[in-house]
């Protein structure tokens, strides 16, 4: 909190807070809770469309899938906690985005884990890797929710730090929605789950300041505790309690507790709570007021119910176990009371918890592109590195160690372009999430368009029609200027961008003060996007003899690709977004797929072209021969990123309907006991074995 904050709440109680107040009120004026200073930015997002049933401002948005099933989706980062003990602070962030879902009255159904970590040859970076995935895993594997996707990239920037962003979708039908909020007074609160404990305390400010060189040792009781099988207990009771139309408003206990939940459940409607905090059930002895009222211990939820109701719900809870209390009551006036042990030591208007004021940080555009040559290195050198790389290699190490087939649902598994989700005997719902910090950083403006794109490129190589969006903006500090300024341009992307595909943003996150001692993360938007596809459209893969051929320009784009990135190459002009020709191939591409023209369909990103060729090679062990002509130089042309591309496999026969409906390029054909391609008169050729090898191995061996 700042001085002038605290001045401004003297001047509006007229006295000096009491230390609980203040506790309180600096949880709630933190930025991780308030997002004071994105949210004069975040008005800028498209919100709605004709999918959309709930935007932003509740615990998670809400998409119609058709008459009968809604999806229920959102985004939440832990980047703090997992840096300062990865098992922990990726396990919870799970927890927490999972029963963000629930408590819309959804049952969650899968996950996405967009990670990030520093250069694999470092102990420490591999540390946080290792226990990272593990977290995710062993909480995601024993509440019974997959993982079926994200991404997983490494980044000298992110050296001793991690980016933990974690995705949640769930479904539920239309009558089971229950909002975070109440519309009347005299419900009684109750709070399910967990003991409160001391950990987790100060979370959320924890989160809303850089973390100093000695964090492992001085914030790690901000880190919360996981428990999954309470969650899952948790899950089953909760839905059970929503199905009997008697809970009227539901929130989990994240960042700030018991304070935020309450105050925000009952503040958003203009009403008011009181809290017996002295009835809260406690995991350790001796704790306070302060404790009780900001411990962020995890796999807890706070309904509000009908006075005539409560026994009917708490006997649920009892059926599965679960500890629960009634810990307070709405009431008429806006105000937030609490009590311990009969004494009145809170009142605050609750406004002033839930409603603060923002912050416009001063801002300066700074300018890093520029033209750069390539340096000399032969095509097939340069095709090992990248190949090799860990940011291109299968993540089969990570999503093998998740139960990624858990509910049956998973249709396409992870490692493709996007998942896809069995929802009815005859639709899927495709997700997947993408970001790329190296774009952002040379110009955060088409970084953040380019996220949207790929996002939409992918659902579309699935054959998914795209449905809404939800982000999540990882950055450094605002109040520096440099960074405030990439985060406004990043916002301004990623809306234009939207509103180009019609798409709207129906949650999201904001992730400030990633940094340690002065070392900013580059500007990391992560977006990640929903799909409806017909499951028996989805292309199912290539056979001997199809065309292979490409959809989409390439230009001399490598700034913050990956090739680049290997070189040691900072600068370069960043890819820029064509929206009307990105729009134009995606119709294209997925009428292709629903008329049947196509056998598969891969989107052209991260490595480029050569390396699309090379993956699509490498996902069905098939030979392929590819020769292109280009007035660009050969590694040029062979990594650029330029969006807008895909790499089609077509059987020969379709080939003339094909051209009927987009111009299309043919470079070569899949067949044979090799990988080769030819661009102008260098070659790059190697055997299938050497190939899969590399691609589904190395991983395993970098991380033995």
Same mark, same amino acid.
């Given at each position: 909190?700042?001085?002038?904050?605290?001045?401004?709440?003297?001047?509006?109680?007229?006295?000096?807070?009491?230390?609980?107040?203040?506790?309180?009120?600096?949880?709630?004026?933190?930025?991780?809770?308030?997002?004071?200073?994105?949210?004069?930015?975040?008005?800028?997002?498209?919100?709605?469309?004709?999918?959309?049933?709930?935007?932003?401002?509740?615990?998670?948005?809400?998409?119609?899938?058709?008459?009968?099933?809604? %999806?229920?989706?959102?985004?939440?980062?832990?980047?703090?906690?997992?840096?300062?003990?990865?098992?922990?602070?990726?396990?919870?962030?799970?927890?927490?985005?999972?029963?963000?879902?629930?408590?819309? @009255?959804?049952?969650?159904?899968?996950?996405? !884990?967009?990670?990030?970590?520093?250069?694999?040859?470092?102990?420490?970076?591999?540390?946080?890797?290792?226990?990272?995935?593990?977290? %995710?895993?062993?909480?995601?594997?024993?509440?019974?929710? #997959?993982?079926?996707?994200?991404?997983?990239?490494?980044?000298?920037?992110?050296?001793?730090?991690?980016?933990?962003?974690?995705?949640?979708?769930? %479904?539920?039908?239309?009558?089971?929605?229950?909002?975070?909020?109440?519309?009347?007074?005299? *419900?009684?609160?109750?709070?399910?789950?967990?003991?409160?404990?001391?950990?987790?305390?100060?979370?959320?400010?924890?989160?809303? +300041?850089?973390?100093?060189?000695?964090?492992?040792?001085?914030?790690?009781?901000?880190?919360?505790?996981? !428990?999954?099988?309470?969650?899952?207990?948790?899950?089953?009771?909760?839905?059970?309690?929503?199905?009997?139309?008697?809970?009227?408003? *539901?929130?989990?206990?994240?960042?700030?507790?018991?304070?935020?939940?309450?105050?925000?459940?009952?503040?958003?409607?203009?009403?008011?709570?009181?809290?017996?905090?002295?009835?809260?059930?406690?995991?350790?002895?001796?704790?306070?007021?302060?404790?009780?009222?900001?411990?962020?211990?995890?796999?807890?939820?706070?309904?509000?119910?009908?006075?005539?109701?409560?026994?009917?719900?708490?006997?649920?809870?009892?059926?599965?176990?679960?500890?629960?209390?009634?810990? @307070?009551? %709405?009431?008429?006036?806006?105000?937030?009371?609490?009590?311990?042990?009969?004494?009145?030591?809170?009142?605050? #208007?609750?406004?002033?918890?839930?409603?603060? #004021?923002?912050?416009?940080?001063?801002?300066? #555009?700074?300018?890093?592109?520029?033209?750069?040559?390539?340096?000399?290195?032969?095509?097939?050198?340069?095709?090992?590195? &990248?190949?090799?790389?860990?940011?291109?290699?299968?993540?089969?190490?990570?999503? +093998?160690?998740?139960?990624?087939?858990?509910?049956?649902?998973?249709? &396409?598994?992870?490692?493709?372009?996007?998942?896809?989700?069995?929802?009815?005997?005859?639709?899927?719902?495709?997700?997947?999430?993408?970001?790329?910090?190296?774009?952002?950083?040379?110009?955060?403006?088409?970084?953040?368009?380019?996220?949207?794109?790929?996002?939409?490129?992918?659902?579309?190589?699935?054959?998914?029609?795209?449905?809404?969006?939800?982000?999540?903006?990882?950055?450094?500090?605002?109040?520096?200027?440099?960074?405030?300024?990439?985060?406004?341009?990043?916002?301004?992307?990623?809306?234009?961008?939207?509103?180009?595909? @019609?798409?709207?943003?129906?949650?999201?996150?904001?992730?400030?003060?990633?940094?340690?001692?002065?070392?900013?993360?580059?500007?990391?938007?992560?977006?990640?996007?929903?799909?409806?596809?017909?499951?028996?459209?989805?292309?199912?893969?290539?056979?001997?003899?199809?065309?292979?051929?490409?959809?989409?320009?390439?230009?001399?784009?490598?700034?913050?690709?990956?090739?680049?990135?290997?070189?040691?190459?900072?600068?370069?002009?960043?890819?820029?977004?064509?929206?009307?020709?990105?729009?134009?191939?995606?119709?294209?591409? *997925?009428?292709?797929?629903?008329?049947?023209?196509?056998?598969?369909?891969?989107? &052209?990103?991260?490595?480029?072209?050569?390396?699309?060729?090379?993956?699509?090679?490498?996902?069905?062990?098939?030979?392929?021969?590819?020769?292109?002509?280009?007035? *660009?130089?050969?590694? !040029?042309?062979?990594?650029?990123?330029?969006?807008?591309?895909?790499?089609?496999?077509?059987?020969?026969?379709?080939?003339?309907?094909?051209?009927?409906?987009?111009?299309?390029? &043919?470079?070569?054909?899949?067949?044979?006991?090799?990988?080769?391609?030819?661009?102008?008169?260098?070659?790059?050729?190697?055997?299938?074995?050497?190939?899969?090898?590399?691609?589904?191995?190395?991983?395993?061996?970098?991380?033995?």
């Amino acid at each position: 909190m700042f001085p002038h904050e605290e001045k401004f709440i003297r001047e509006r109680l007229g006295r000096e807070p009491n230390e609980l107040e203040w506790s309180m009120l600096e949880v709630m004026w933190s930025e991780h809770a308030s997002y004071k200073s994105s949210r004069p930015w975040l008005k800028l997002l498209p919100t709605k469309n004709e999918h959309v049933i709930l935007g932003p401002g509740e615990d998670a948005g809400i998409i119609k899938f058709d008459e009968e099933t809604w %999806i229920v989706a959102g985004i939440e980062s832990h980047n703090h906690p997992s840096a300062v003990e990865p098992y922990g602070g990726a396990a919870t962030g799970v927890g927490g985005i999972v029963r963000d879902i629930l408590c819309m @009255g959804a049952r969650p159904i899968a996950l996405l !884990d967009p990670i990030r970590f520093g250069p694999l040859e470092k102990d420490r970076n591999r540390y946080l890797f290792e226990y990272v995935v593990k977290g %995710i895993a062993d909480y995601g594997n024993r509440i019974g929710v #997959p993982t079926v996707g994200g991404e997983t990239e490494f980044d000298e920037s992110l050296d001793g730090y991690t980016l933990v962003n974690v995705a949640c979708i769930g %479904i539920m039908k239309p009558e089971h929605l229950v909002h975070s909020y109440v519309t009347e007074s005299g *419900l009684k609160l109750i709070l399910v789950g967990n003991r409160t404990g001391r950990d987790g305390i100060h979370g959320v400010t924890f989160a809303s +300041e850089e973390l100093s060189e000695n964090a492992e040792e001085e914030d790690r009781s901000a880190v919360q505790i996981p !428990d999954p099988f309470t969650e899952k207990l948790l899950i089953e009771a909760t839905l059970e309690a929503v199905y009997t139309g008697k809970v009227r408003a *539901l929130k989990d206990l994240g960042g700030g507790g018991l304070t935020c939940a309450a105050s925000e459940m009952a503040g958003k409607k203009g009403f008011g709570a009181i809290v017996y905090a002295d009835r809260v059930p406690l995991r350790e002895p001796g704790m306070n007021v302060i404790e009780v009222m900001i411990s962020e211990s995890q796999e807890r939820m706070l309904l509000a119910v009908k006075p005539e109701d409560v026994e009917d719900i708490g006997k649920i809870f009892e059926k599965y176990e679960l500890e629960w209390t009634v810990v @307070g009551e %709405i009431i008429e006036e806006p105000r937030f009371i609490v009590y311990w042990h009969g004494e009145k030591v809170a009142d605050l #208007p609750i406004d002033l918890l839930t409603d603060v #004021p923002v912050i416009k940080w001063p801002t300066k #555009p700074y300018s890093v592109e520029k033209e750069v040559e390539t340096p000399s290195i032969s095509l097939e050198e340069a095709f090992e590195k &990248v190949w090799r790389s860990p940011n291109i290699i299968s993540k089969r190490w990570v999503w +093998e160690q998740y139960d990624h087939e858990v509910q049956g649902r998973t249709v &396409v598994k992870p490692g493709f372009d996007a998942a896809v989700l069995k929802i009815n005997d005859s639709y899927g719902l495709a997700f997947v999430a993408d970001g790329n910090p190296g774009h952002s950083y040379l110009n955060p403006y088409h970084g953040a368009m380019g996220a949207v794109a790929e996002v939409v490129r992918n659902l579309v190589s699935v054959g998914a029609r795209p449905l809404a969006l939800i982000d999540n903006l990882n950055f450094a500090s605002p109040e520096r200027p440099e960074v405030y300024w990439a985060f406004g341009e990043t916002v301004r992307g990623l809306a234009d961008a939207a509103r180009a595909f @019609g798409l709207a943003y129906v949650s999201g996150n904001v992730s400030f003060y990633n940094e340690i001692v002065d070392r900013p993360i580059k500007p990391t938007p992560v977006v990640a996007g929903l799909g409806k596809v017909k499951l028996e459209k989805i292309p199912g893969g290539p056979e001997e003899g199809d065309l292979v051929a490409i959809i989409g320009e390439t230009r001399r784009e490598l700034g913050g690709s990956e090739l680049y990135r290997i070189l040691g190459i900072k600068e370069g002009i960043a890819p820029r977004v064509y929206l009307e020709k990105e729009k134009r191939n995606a119709e294209a591409v *997925l009428r292709l797929i629903n008329e049947g023209l196509v056998s598969f369909v891969h989107d &052209v990103s991260k490595g480029g072209l050569a390396i699309a060729l090379a993956e699509l090679s490498s996902w069905f062990n098939v030979g392929l021969k590819a020769e292109f002509s280009t007035d *660009l130089k050969p590694i !040029d042309f062979a990594f650029s990123e330029s969006h807008g591309r895909y790499l089609l496999t077509i059987p020969e026969e379709n080939l003339d309907i094909v051209k009927e409906f987009v111009p299309v390029k &043919v470079v070569g054909r899949v067949g044979g006991e090799s990988f080769a391609i030819k661009i102008n008169r260098e070659k790059v050729e190697k055997s299938l074995e050497w190939l899969s090898d590399i691609y589904w191995n190395e991983l395993y061996r970098i991380m033995d």
